[in-house]
């Protein structure tokens, strides 16, 4: 074990405005400071090399997420919401949700919403394509998710708007009490009201992934207590995440014409292309873990019950790990990025989110001949995600 | 990736009852080993070319080790002969998995039943559900005390353990323990077929999720290979060798295909590729039972071929 030492001090703010718009400079300087680094703002230390962080995501016996996977630390603080059950907790209690979302979730299980996704894809496109500049991000990217998950949910149609303000304040609190949380907190009691009440049994249809979570109740592999907030997860994190993953891979598209004309000409590159533009982008940048005991990191003892702050994004960059790392390039290997996260956590949706984007760009590769920026692209802030406002295209079909 | 191939050392062997031993098992140079929760089990593929299914007994919060115990069959086909008898430190184990088709469930209470070396999956759920604070008890039966392992483990637990040496006390009382359907209590069962037959006897006509029972239905699936194979990506044209040791994803990989993956221990799914021919021996956590047998899709990072060919939709 190397010797012990005091990581060095950062005074930026990973959360403050000049940083989400941008966050690949301060991503180097801690990178490049040390494996790890301590954050005076907040308080916590920082992890930023893809060798770290790695470890840190899959060592859930050293650090937990039952204390809070965002600034907050449920050790001493009250949570905004009710805890997740998969999120916001460790094995054994995280293991029952897990194993229940995990097969409802499952590539295999998703087999059966493939033809449909694809040919949702097509009519989407139809009508989408019908002008030749439009702005991306809710024409598109969120569009695409907005129309196949809900429905794959069980969703009833009222109200389906809440669902990305939700999604939007729920990733705002995982940082710290600023701006863009208190912008989102007015409307919560109303917007979570109305998520709330669409995870109960009577409002879901019979054959969607709420249904299955509440079959699992019935097995007793979940308790009844439990399924609304499995279904709430899928509500959570099943939105936002993939509408920002979207948009990360039309910007990433309409930034490299030349990796454009490959996927066009090799369409099964899609899956590739959407897990590149994940690491590339990173649409969730940073997740906390709480030190369980001592934890010593890259030659820095975490002390117990202190925060670690992750950033995915700087890992997915770092060039320890990556060639090359700020081009976006499908001739790479983005196996083994961190955008999803890793180890037990490591997000169940995945292979939904993977399924989306291989409808859309599969879609999108036989008709547009290249796509474009059409005007200059607007960052939407939030403090875990990496996001679009606004993403005006222009496509040049075939 | 130095963490990815699942070839892993015995560490440590010990006696723990007559006719048990317990195998600790960890990497060549360290590392972590797949997660896996109470009620896993993994496939280990003997050096003499045998794969045996093991229940995971040892401690999750220890992720550099494995722990199984095993029993002496005196009728079984010699995998448990050899751990026994050839089997030493240092030596080289496969493994498949973990996988788990008896994972503790949520629930107020809790009765495990164990019979003989059915302990072993019953052994980390009841630290689990001592952890979680659950109204348990553990009715251990055997043949005789001195062939009842992990009994020191138990100690602690006082009478929340009933011991029943069948020498000593006979069979298990299975109708003073199981006097009728609970609603709050979940029933959990592994040992040896009778016993199970008998419990599930006595729980016929619950509701169904209430009594969890595992048995290892020994599968005839033939010795594992452990000289290459012929590999044949067919939407690309190519055909390599696969040598042991080296992943059917990297051969893949190395022949230009691209095959996106992420865990590379079999666990996240993202490497899911379809079969196209020849039966591939699954080494992942994810299919059940049915899924495998199938055999039309297979995880490339760990899972590997048991025909001279085989053929995937790359």
């Known amino acids: 074990m190397s010797t012990v030492q005091a990581p060095p001090a950062i005074d930026a703010d990973p959360f403050g405005h000049e940083h989400l718009e941008d966050p690949l400079p301060l991503h180097e300087r801690l990178r490049e400071a040390a494996p790890v680094t301590y954050l005076t703002r907040y308080d916590v230390f920082a992890l930023a090399r893809y060798e770290h962080v790695r470890a840190a995501l899959t060592d859930w016996q050293g650090l937990q997420s039952a204390a809070g996977v965002g600034l907050s630390n449920f050790r001493h603080e009250k949570p905004w919401r009710p805890p997740s059950l998969l999120l916001e907790a460790d ?58 998950f809900p429905d ?63 079959a699992a109740a019935d097995r007793g592999d979940i308790t009844p207590e439990q399924a609304p907030l499995v279904v709430r997860s899928l509500l959570s994190a099943g939105v936002d995440t993939t509408v ?31 897990d590149e533009a994940v690491r590339w982008q ?26 670690v702050l992750m950033f995915l994004g700087a890992a997915n960059r770092d060039p320890r790990r990556w060639d090359d790392p700020d081009a976006f390039d499908l001739s790479r290997d983005p196996s083994g990025h961190v955008g999803f996260g890793m180890g037990l956590h490591q997000c169940v949706g995945q292979h939904v989110a993977r399924l989306e984007s291989e409808a859309l760009l599969t879609a999108l590769a036989r008709r547009a001949d290249r796509i474009e920026l059409a005007a200059t692209p607007v960052r939407h802030h939030n403090n875990t995600l990496r996001a679009w406002k606004s993403l005006p295209i222009r496509v040049h079909l075939r | 990736m130095a963490d990815t191939a699942i070839e892993l050392r015995v560490a440590a062997k010990d006696r723990a ?57 005196p009728g079984g086909r010699g995998g448990s002969a050899f751990v026994h008898d050839e089997l030493g430190v240092g030596d080289p184990v496969g493994i498949g998995g973990p996988r788990n088709n008896f994972r503790l469930v949520p629930s107020d209470r809790y009765l495990f039943i164990a019979g003989g070396i059915g302990i072993t999956p019953l052994l980390p759920m009841v630290r689990q559900a001592e952890m979680l604070g659950a109204d348990w008890r553990l009715l251990y039966g055997g043949r005789s005390r001195a062939s009842m392992a992990f009994l020191d483990e138990l100690e602690p637990y006082g009478d929340r353990v009933t011991v029943v040496p069948q020498d000593e006390q006979g069979l298990l009382d299975l109708a003073a323990w199981l006097p009728g359907e609970d609603p709050s209590t979940k029933v959990y069962c592994c040992g040896p077929a009778p016993l199970l037959e008998a419990v599930e006897e006595r729980c016929a006509g619950w509701r169904r999720g209430l009594l969890r029972t595992e048995r290892f239905v020994a599968r005839e699936s033939g010795a594992v290979r452990d000289e290459p194979f012929e590999l044949e990506l067919r939407r690309s044209g190519v055909t390599v060798a696969v040598p042991p040791g080296l992943s059917v994803l990297d051969a893949a990989c190395a022949a230009g295909a691209s095959v996106l ?46 025909t001279e060919r085989l053929v995937l939709d790359l």
């Open chain 1, 91 to 148: 094995p054994p209690r995280h293991d029952a949700p897990r194993a229940v979302l995990a097969k409802v979730l499952g590539p295999r299980a998703l087999r059966r919403l493939r033809e449909s996704w694809f040919a949702d894809a097509e009519r989407l496109l139809d009508e989408v394509l019908s002008g030749s500049e439009f702005d991306a991000v809710p024409r598109l990217a969120e569009a695409f998710p907005l129309r196949v």
């Open chain 1, 244 to 274: 920002h993953g979207l948009a990360a891979v039309l910007y990433a598209f309409a930034m490299n014409p030349g990796q454009w004309r490959r996927l066009r000409d090799e369409p099964h590159l899609a899956r590739t292309a959407f």
């Open chain 2, 17 to 73: 009852a007559d006719g048990v031993v317990t195998l600790t098992l960890a990497r060549p140079g360290g590392g972590r080993l797949p997660d896996w929760a109470p009620g896993a089990h993994v496939d280990l593929v003997l050096p003499n070319g045998l794969t045996r299914q093991y229940s995971l007994c040892g401690d999750r919060w220890d992720a550099r080790t494995y722990r199984v115990g095993v029993l002496r069959e």
């Open chain 2, 261 to 306: 993956s992420s865990c590379r221990q079999g666990l996240c799914g993202t490497c899911e590729t379809a079969v196209l021919g020849g039966v591939p021996d699954h080494r992942d956590s994810i299919l059940d039972d049915d899924e495998r047998e199938a055999g039309d899709c297979m995880f490339v990072c760990v899972s590997r071929s048991r």
């Open chain 1, 152 to 214: 794959a949910v069980g969703l009833g149609r009222d109200g389906r708007e809440n669902l990305l303000p939700y999604g939007d304040h729920l990733f705002n609190a995982f940082g710290p009490e600023n701006d863009l949380v208190r912008k989102g907190q007015p409307r919560m009691p109303e917007v979570s009201g109305w998520v709330n009440a669409q995870c109960a049994r009577d409002r879901l249809s019979p054959d969607g992934f709420g249904a299955q979570i509440w």
């Open chain 1, 282 to 307: 990173s649409p969730v940048q940073t997740f906390f873990r709480t030190a369980v005991g001592d934890q010593e990191i890259g030659g820095t003892v975490i002390p117990d019950g202190r925060k």
